[in-house]
């Protein structure tokens, strides 16, 4: 079943009454580093004020997270590969990046197409915790950075494969069950790889 419309005239007169009135109490409340905002969070709270506002119920709402938690990871998983290429020491971890930015990022564009077509807010970066990750590894050098990025490849895709795992069953929109379906036994694959690779890399000097 499809999410409900999000985009009815009335809906969207709506919306745009509500986002006016979020801008001013952000005004008077926020600092006006709008850039110190959280990508994730902010992505989640406009698709549950969406939701709210359409009177959908709590399976969307987890739909959505799904999909925001899908992008964010993603992008993540980029950024990482990518650092990976650069930092790494051995050619088992930049043979590793290069193929998480390629399959990460053919992935990125179908959650992105997907949140389009239903009308969900994906993140524009990475969140807080994210970019403290990315910091992290961005300071180490030498086989601390390999050991150190193996093993979060390991935790983050141990994560990532129970969440799709789950929503291919479970996901109220039959697409995003289908996305989900399609893509579990991917990260599946890429957790064994992330084991290899940690196997490799952890008794490394």
Known sequence: MALLPFSTPRFAAHSLRL??????????????????????AEAQFQNEKRIGD????????????????????GM?????????QQKGTTPAVKIFGQDMVKQHTEANTA?????????????????????ETYKELSGLTGTAFDKRYASLMV?????????????SEEAYDGDI??????????LKQHLEMAKQLNDQVEDLP
């Open 54 to 73: 359409a009177n959908v119920t709590e399976k969307q709402e987890r739909d959505a997270e799904f999909m925001v938690a899908a992008a964010s990871g």
């Open 19 to 40: 986002v006016a009135l979020g801008a001013s109490l952000a005004l008077t409340n926020c600092s006006p580093d709008t850039s110190q905002k959280d990508p994730v």
């Open 76 to 84: 993540l998983e980029v950024e990482l590969g990518q650092l990976a």
């Open 177 to 186: 069950r289908g996305l989900a379906a399609k893509y579990a036994p991917v």
């Open 111 to 131: 959650i992105k197409a997907l949140a389009q077509q239903k009308g969900l807010t994906l993140p524009a970066g990475l969140s807080e915790e994210q970019q």
């Open 155 to 167: 935790d983050d895709h141990k994560k990532t494969v129970d969440e799709f795992e789950d929503m």
